[in-house]
């Protein structure tokens, strides 16, 4: 009895300590409340990407509807050209969700007609630090008359909570599966 009270305790503490980790990956949604489809303009998504950061264990989200659109990786070469000689991926069940293992420079587009050439592409830098959403807003509203007079904003960082319960499933799934064998 001894034994399976200390067993649960640790089990408990090992829990406590997942559960606390901090969960520092981001998912990015391509295009925000956009989404992945025809741009309004050419330089859409670049703008979108242009105040992210972009770090490995991050998630790219490319929102669509399977037969509307797609998601094709392809090297800079390609993507400047909207041409398919060295296509690394190809992706046509939407959405796409993609793990940034690896750092470096990607580029993606829609395959679908003419939507590369109207600017559905996209080129992300994925580095080692963590990744953040950039600053949500790009210009002032109202004119400062002394910047001594307004307090530095605190940075914003928004996280998916994905990881947070993925963790806590597996805690609590594996908490059973113990509790189930000593009973």
């Not at 956009?34 to 309004?40: C, E, V, Y």
């Not at 395959?111 to 990744?131: F, P, R, S, T, Y």
């Not at 904003?153 to 609590?172: D, K």
Request: overall charge neutral; some cysteine.
């Amino acid at each position: 009895m001894t034994k399976m009270k200390i067993t649960l305790f640790m089990l408990a503490a090992i829990a406590g300590c997942l559960m606390m980790s901090s969960v520092s990956a981001m998912t990015h949604i391509v295009g925000g409340g956009h989404g992945w489809r025809l741009p309004d303009n050419q330089t859409f998504f670049e703008e979108w990407a242009k105040p992210r950061t972009f770090g490995v264990g991050d998630r790219l989200v490319f929102p669509y509807r399977p037969g509307s659109n797609n998601v094709v990786q392809i090297d800079k070469k390609d993507f400047e050209d909207c041409t398919q000689k060295n296509v690394i991926d190809m992706y046509y069940l939407g959405p796409t969700i993609l793990d940034l293992n690896d750092t470096g420079d990607f580029y993606y587009y829609c395959g679908i007609g003419k939507h590369c050439e109207v600017g559905q592409k996209l080129h992300i830098k994925v580095v080692k630090g963590e990744g953040s959403s950039g600053n949500p807003f790009a210009f002032q509203v109202a004119p400062i008359h002394s910047v001594a007079d307004i307090p530095a904003p605190a940075p914003i960082s928004i996280t998916s909570s994905a990881s947070s319960v993925q963790n806590f499933g597996m805690v609590f799934g594996l908490l059973a599966f113990l509790l189930s064998l000593f009973t």
